[in-house]
């Protein structure tokens, strides 16, 4: 029955980040939640799909692939920082390039941030996120989740450029120009007062990721 629960949610999975953003789905429901709200109600649906595939993982019975060692969990510890700065630098502002943009008619190509480094911060964070905890989780279920979650991410900016690329028309690539043309180390050192807030934030995610990890997920991420 565990692998059953884990197959199911691996459907839940694929269809609550497929059929919602498809057509005749967003279109209707864009129109009925607004941009906003549909943007919230697809991110709620997201983590409580992921929240019920881990637990699903966590249940299913454990089939030894490879075996823990010491060194796994530091590569987590450090990865898991940098996904955290990225969450919180690129959440909740315009990037009309990708997924989950808020205020896109504000985007500033003269001012990029994160999109001239990355243009999928999000699905950069969450391919990070994977691979680290791939390493570190070595039975069969997790290898299944976690390898999935990287494939997905890896593929997945690929469908939303393709996506984008058609709202957009040749607005895409011309707007892509002008955020590549900025000077890289002008965007590396260009600090703001949201740009600090946003990067403290990531670091109070990270902290208190590893405070709840025990309580929350049973494994303890400090060796």
Same mark, same amino acid.
């Given at each position: ?13 694929? =269809? /609550? ?39 699903? @993982?966590?249940?299913?019975?454990? &089939? ?12 987590? =510890? ?23 943009? @808020? ?27 994977? &691979?680290?905890?791939? &390493? ?10 976690? /390898? ?10 690929? =469908? ?5 690329? !058609? ?8 707007? !892509? /120009? ?5 000077? =890289? ?21 990270? &902290? ?16």
């Amino acid at each position: 029955m565990e692998w059953t629960g884990f197959a199911l949610a691996f459907v839940a999975f694929f =269809l /609550g980040h497929s059929v919602p953003v498809r057509p005749p789905f967003r279109p209707i429901l864009v129109r009925v939640l607004g941009a906003a709200g549909f943007g919230l109600a697809y991110s709620a649906l997201s983590v409580a799909i992921l929240t019920w595939l881990i637990v699903a @993982a966590g249940r299913a019975p454990f &089939v030894p692939v490879w075996y823990w060692m010491p060194w796994q969990n530091h590569l987590v =510890l450090t990865l898991m920082l940098p996904v955290c700065l990225i969450v919180t630098l690129s959440v909740g502002r315009p990037n009309p390039f990708s997924f989950g943009g @808020a205020r896109n008619d504000e985007f500033d190509a003269s001012r990029p941030g994160i999109v001239r480094l990355v243009r999928h911060p999000l699905l950069f964070a969450l391919a990070l996120w994977s &691979v680290a905890h791939l &390493v570190a989780n070595g039975d069969l279920a997790h290898i299944l989740l976690f /390898g999935t979650f990287f494939v997905f991410a890896l593929f997945g900016g690929r =469908l939303v450029d393709r996506r984008k690329r !058609r709202e957009m028309g040749g607005d895409w690539d011309l707007l !892509r /120009g002008r955020v590549l043309a900025q000077p =890289l180390g002008e965007v590396l050192f260009r600090f703001s007062r949201e740009t600090v807030l946003r990067a403290a934030l990531g670091v109070g995610l990270y &902290v208190a990721l590893i405070m709840l990890h025990p309580i929350v997920i049973g494994v303890d991420p400090i060796p």
